[in-house]
């Protein structure tokens, strides 16, 4: 099927509280602003995006403001929306992906399957986004060169059919929380590791939806810990809210100083559910390789968290 692109948006600018690690929240669902940044068929969700305002006169884009119309796409791995579906990693020539130039000399390759949507920064500048913001899930390989020290940063996005809510359609429920997960190897041109998912990375929260109760939420400095909050679905959605904090300027450049944010979370294959989705089995090689076996990472709710921001540093 062949991919349609419809009306973008504009993402917009925030204010921040006066304490910038609380958040404000709204209450029921966004407006929808987009139906859907792409439509590739009956067998997709089609990405819709949606403002809200806040309490305190806030409005926000949710699930996130994204540069999705405007930014480079990142090559295909595997992608049912009109792109390449290769059988396994031996069948992609490299030589095909076009290198993205974040400054510098050294050559790098991430391969990399979002659960839904990236946006990878290297060194400040946007290389490449994900493709497919939604579903039907894809995997895609990244070409870059850049100087040492290398910052990875990624807008992560577990996207929403219902704007505003962080939820889906599914398990017998009009309004259930989807669940997200990042997962990336790094190489160079020899082949070498140089940087896997794992607990190593940085993993920040901005969106975090549905929430039954505020008081489930638990934010103490830069921890946003949304663990004890309910995750079942339900079918009214009028009293559901969602957390709120203005992404920080800079936050994707290699002198801002993430240092207090916490560890990425891990996770398995198997939590995150992927061994039923050719665009990860189909390159086990390169995301489970012995010996470098890269990780699903998240914050600490993979339910719950809408929009991750994530950071590595290579040396």
């Not at 669902?29 to 305002?53: F, H, M, Q, W």
């Not at 100087?147 to 059919?161: G, N």
């Amino acid at each position: 099927m062949v991919f349609k692109a419809l009306t973008v948006f504009s993402a917009l600018t925030v204010v921040l509280p006066a304490n910038a690690s609380d958040p404000t929240f709204t209450t029921g669902s966004a407006t929808v602003v987009n139906a859907g940044l792409i439509d590739c068929g009956s067998r997709s969700r089609i990405s819709p995006v949606g403002e809200i305002k806040s309490d305190d006169g806030t409005v926000w884009t949710v699930p996130a403001p994204t540069n999705f119309s405007d930014a480079p796409k990142a090559a295909d791995m595997y992608n049912e929306c009109g792109g390449e579906k290769f059988g396994s990693l031996k069948n992609i020539n490299l030589d095909d992906v076009e290198l993205m130039d974040a400054g510098g000399t050294e050559e790098f390759v991430a391969y990399i399957f979002a659960d839904n949507y990236f946006e990878l920064y290297v060194n400040g500048k946007l290389i490449a986004v994900d493709p497919v913001p939604f579903t039907p899930f894809n995997s895609n390989v990244v070409r870059f060169k850049a100087q040492r020290p290398v910052t990875l940063a990624v807008m992560a996005v577990d996207w929403e059919e219902n704007v505003g809510l962080g939820s889906e359609k599914n398990r017998g429920s009009a309004f259930h929380p989807g669940d997200g997960g990042f997962v990336a190897h790094i190489q160079n041109t020899a082949g070498d590791t140089v940087a896997l998912t794992d607990n190593s990375w940085k993993a920040q929260t901005f969106y975090t939806a549905p929430l039954k109760d505020q008081a489930c939420l638990v934010v103490t400095g830069e921890l946003r810990d949304s663990s004890r909050c309910d995750d079942s679905g339900v079918d009214d959605a009028s009293s559901l809210l969602a957390a709120h904090w203005a992404v920080p300027d800079g936050w994707m450049m290699s002198d801002f100083d993430a240092s207090a944010w916490p560890d990425a979370t891990t996770y398995t294959n198997d939590t995150v559910g992927v061994d039923n989705k050719k665009s990860y089995t189909n390159f086990r090689d390169i995301f489970d390789t012995k010996n470098a076996d890269a990780q699903f990472i998240w914050s600490t709710n993979l339910v719950l968290d809408n929009l991750v921001l994530l950071r590595k540093q290579i040396n």
